[in-house]
């Protein structure tokens, strides 16, 4: 991966580490993303992906706490790969999508529930991590 210098000054972006076996085991293995959670409860994506399901089926509370254990756990990732608390987390950067989607989600979640701040809050992270994150999944 090549790293360019930030000519704006700002934090450098975050780049979180692949975990490429539970990837497989989501694509390859068709494992169910509760399974891939199970066996890697630090993976983000599969919290993300439990989120939407339950979204999807009207159990948005549920999709509450799946969408809060991903994120606090893609905040646990994010701190380990260096991050201070703000600053990039590319999009396009296939690891950081699960903690993405699960920020998503939540704010999501949050304003089914009539949760404002919180929806507005996770909106406005999601924004300032990633730009095309918040293009992708807002819309």
Not at 34 to 54: G, H, I, R
Request: hydrophobic share 35%; with cysteine.
């Amino acid at each position: 991966m090549t790293t360019h210098k930030n000519l704006l000054g700002g934090p450098e972006p975050t780049y979180l580490p692949e975990n490429e076996e539970a990837y497989r085991l989501l694509s390859e293995e068709s494992l169910a993303p509760v399974e891939v959670a199970a066996k890697f409860p630090t993976f983000s994506l599969a919290w993300a992906l439990l989120a939407d399901e339950a979204f999807g089926r009207g159990a948005v509370v549920e999709s509450y706490a799946y969408a809060r254990t991903g994120y606090h756990r893609g905040l646990d990732a994010l701190r380990r790969a260096g991050w201070k608390g703000h600053g990039p987390v590319p999009w396009e950067h296939q690891a950081n999508q699960g903690f993405l989607r699960c920020l998503a989600a939540l704010g999501r979640a949050a304003g089914e529930i009539g949760e404002k701040d919180e929806y507005e809050r996770c909106w406005q992270f999601l924004k300032d991590s990633s730009p095309e994150a918040y293009a992708e999944l807002k819309g």
